[in-house]
């Protein structure tokens, strides 16, 4: 079965510090990848997705990802955070092959960003 | 930018009680799901529907739920004679295509007492 693992519970940060949030999944066939993120009081927003193509893949507000197949990895980064990236995050997967296909979540990972 | 919405934002209702859950997924998406996402816990897939029929549903969706596209705009949800552990966020979501980026509403928070 498809599981998402995200490594960190919840993880704090100073502002301009930088930022990677890992993810592993486990799926042996073709996989869609997400990053959606969550902030306080609001609904889940897509951040950035790979599907085919170059796997370092670039989203919103500075954030960007690198798929590596080889070790079932999207990892997401950011270069320097600000306060107003707090917020949960959320891995996800969804199989490459059937057609309305179920996201698989991972448990999120909370960042807390001091001012 | 079109969005999904849904409604009511939140919702108490008695164990035992029947609610509807309602969703307006965006105009020209063909797939439509529900996930709920029970406090503290990860966002969990329950249903997708496609054609006017369920494409595939999660062993939490059982017998108690079922799901309904009524007219050409809204996508319900209704959960029969709830119970305390149905108390959750409830996303719906949308898709243009079954493999295509999913967009989310802002969610029902349902609370059963």
């Known amino acids: 079965a498809q599981s998402v693992s995200q490594h960190n519970h919840h993880v704090i940060l100073s502002e301009a510090a930088s930022l990677e949030l890992g993810c592993n999944y486990s799926y042996g066939g073709t996989v869609n990848l997400f990053w959606y993120v969550q902030y306080p009081g609001q609904h889940l927003q897509l951040l950035l997705k790979?599907?085919?193509?170059?796997?370092l893949v670039k989203g919103i507000k500075g954030f960007e990802a690198e798929f590596i197949k080889s070790k079932f990895s999207f990892n997401l980064r950011k270069p320097s955070v600000q306060w107003s990236d707090t917020a949960e995050y959320f891995c996800a997967v969804t199989s490459g092959y059937s057609s309305a296909s179920k996201i698989i979540f991972g448990s999120g990972t909370r960042l807390s960003i001091r001012p | 930018e079109p969005e999904v919405t849904q409604t009511p934002s939140h919702q108490v209702t008695q164990m035992g009680q029947e609610v509807i859950l309602r969703c307006v997924p965006i105009s020209n998406h063909l797939y439509f799901y529900w996930y709920r996402q029970i406090l503290g816990q990860k966002v969990e897939f329950l249903v997708s529907f496609y054609n006017n029929e369920i494409s595939e549903k999660s062993e939490i969706f059982d017998d108690q739920f079922s799901v309904e596209r009524p007219d050409g705009s809204n996508f319900t949800l209704k959960i029969r004679s709830t119970k305390l552990e149905d108390s959750a966020m409830y996303f719906c979501?949308?898709?243009?295509?079954?493999?295509?980026?999913?967009?989310f509403g802002p969610g029902t928070r349902l609370l059963v007492l």
């Open positions: 790979y599907f085919s193509g170059d796997p």
């Open positions: 979501a949308s898709s243009e295509n079954g493999q295509e980026t999913q967009y």
